[in-house]
């Protein structure tokens, strides 16, 4: 019995003899089909990004005569090394190294390339950017109440104006993420009573797309009410043929409705308000702008951090939103205010 193990019943009453299993390369192996499956399960956005920092790892490789995978550790330092040197963000190259990281997962090598070395590199990275006055964590700021009208307010009363006021409102009431909206269907909103009942079919905190649906109340302006500017938008709709499909759309000539807008698409729209509403640092306003807003909009409002945590989908251990909340609460209970400076 030399080449078996010998199991034990949990009784202990006999013994067997189990062959040790005989793998071969074919045993871990997956097929570039079944690769493409697996990774289907990351989120699109996610996806194309990890396609693309895969695509040049690859290239950067096939320059130095290294091997893509499995990688060294070297060779994984070395890349985080070329991407400092390049001035990419930090959080860039940590979806660069998470991206490297899942390809390996997939392709049979779990935890390769190893990440110490790398994660070392980037560390002392962080430290020389805030030493020479950088910011490592680009945030996208909050906007009061009054940058929020005037960013509607220069939406023009047309076509165009009415979807870019509706996914400005809608983002803040949903505390949307730009993938949420983007991927809302116009069977997944519908009026409640004065209300809106949206459906998010698959979010960050949903990944097995089983659902969760969220209800917008009216709001108290007309400029920034949701459910004013999703009526609008949807008549626009229904009057040109369109009542399924996505309910962002882009456009083409004479108002004629495209296909769905993309992520990246509602961030320029989002920018764009900003500037020509000519709020601060309107340059660094994006849509996640206005998920932040909305989240710190319900605490000013004594809104409980659980129920804010559930309407924006946040995971219950996820710290984003208490960063949120934290700023909310470093302006108002402020120790330094009236203290006589």
Same mark, same amino acid.
């Given at each position: 019995?030399?080449?078996?193990?010998?199991?034990?019943?949990?009784?202990?009453?006999?013994?067997?003899?189990?062959?040790?299993?005989?793998?071969?390369?074919?045993?871990?192996?997956?097929?570039?089909?079944?690769?493409?499956? #697996?990774?289907?399960?990351?989120? $699109?956005?996610?996806?194309?990004?990890?396609?693309?920092?895969?695509?040049?790892?690859?290239?950067?490789?096939?320059?130095?005569?290294?091997?893509?995978?499995?990688?060294?550790?070297?060779?994984?330092?070395?890349?985080?090394?070329?991407?400092?040197?390049?001035?990419?963000?930090?959080?860039?190259?940590?979806?660069?190294?998470?991206?490297?990281?899942?390809?390996?997962?997939?392709?049979?090598?779990?935890?390769?390339?190893?990440? $110490?070395?790398?994660?070392?590199?980037?560390?002392?990275?962080?430290?020389?950017?805030?030493?020479?006055?950088?910011?490592?964590?680009?945030?996208?700021?909050?906007?009061?109440?009054?940058?929020?009208?005037?960013?509607?307010?220069?939406?023009?009363? $047309?076509? #165009?104006?009415?979807?870019?006021?509706?996914?400005?409102?809608?983002?803040?009431?949903?505390?949307?993420?730009?993938?949420?909206?983007?991927?809302?269907?116009?069977?997944?909103?519908?009026?409640?009573?004065?209300?809106?009942?949206?459906?998010?079919?698959?979010?960050?905190?949903?990944?097995?797309?089983?659902?969760?649906?969220?209800?917008?109340?009216?709001?108290?302006?007309?400029?920034?009410?949701?459910?004013?500017?999703?009526?609008?938008?949807?008549?626009?709709?229904?009057?040109?043929?369109?009542?399924?499909?996505?309910?962002?759309?882009?456009?083409?000539?004479?108002?004629?409705?495209?296909?769905?807008?993309?992520?990246?698409?509602?961030?320029?729209?989002?920018?764009?308000?900003?500037?020509?509403?000519?709020?601060?640092?309107?340059?660094?306003?994006?849509?996640?702008?206005?998920?932040?807003?909305?989240?710190?909009?319900?605490?000013?409002?004594?809104?409980?951090?659980?129920?804010?945590?559930?309407?924006?989908?946040?995971?219950?251990?996820?710290? #984003?939103?208490?960063?949120?909340?934290?700023?909310?609460?470093?302006?108002?209970?402020?120790?330094?205010?009236?203290?006589?400076?």
């Amino acid at each position: 019995m030399s080449d078996a193990q010998l199991v034990i019943r949990p009784s202990g009453d006999a013994a067997y003899a189990r062959p040790e299993p005989a793998y071969t390369a074919t045993d871990f192996a997956l097929s570039d089909e079944t690769r493409e499956l #697996v990774l289907a399960g990351v989120a $699109d956005e996610t996806r194309r990004a990890y396609d693309r920092h895969w695509r040049d790892f690859r290239t950067w490789c096939a320059r130095q005569g290294r091997v893509p995978l499995p990688a060294t550790p070297h060779t994984f330092t070395e890349y985080v090394r070329e991407m400092i040197r390049a001035a990419l963000a930090p959080a860039s190259i940590e979806q660069a190294m998470s991206a490297i990281r899942t390809y390996h997962r997939t392709a049979g090598y779990k935890e390769q390339p190893d990440r $110490d070395m790398a994660v070392l590199a980037l560390r002392g990275y962080r430290k020389d950017r805030a030493k020479n006055g950088r910011r490592n964590q680009r945030q996208s700021p909050v906007l009061s109440v009054e940058h929020v009208q005037a960013m509607a307010g220069v939406c023009p009363d $047309d076509p #165009v104006g009415w979807r870019d006021r509706l996914a400005l409102d809608l983002g803040i009431a949903l505390m949307g993420r730009r993938s949420e909206l983007v991927a809302l269907h116009q069977a997944d909103v519908r009026p409640v009573g004065d209300e809106l009942e949206v459906l998010i079919r698959q979010s960050k905190t949903d990944q097995d797309a089983h659902g969760e649906t969220v209800y917008i109340p009216p709001g108290e302006h007309p400029l920034t009410d949701p459910v004013g500017a999703w009526r609008r938008w949807t008549a626009f709709l229904a009057e040109h043929g369109h009542t399924g499909g996505r309910l962002l759309r882009r456009f083409y000539r004479n108002y004629r409705v495209g296909a769905s807008l993309g992520g990246d698409a509602v961030n320029e729209i989002i920018r764009s308000l900003a500037i020509r509403a000519g709020i601060p640092s309107a340059e660094d306003v994006t849509a996640h702008s206005l998920r932040a807003t909305g989240a710190s909009w319900a605490y000013i409002n004594r809104a409980p951090v659980s129920s804010i945590t559930e309407h924006g989908r946040w995971d219950p251990e996820s710290s #984003v939103v208490l960063r949120y909340i934290r700023a909310v609460d470093k302006r108002r209970n402020n120790p330094m205010r009236g203290a006589g400076l």
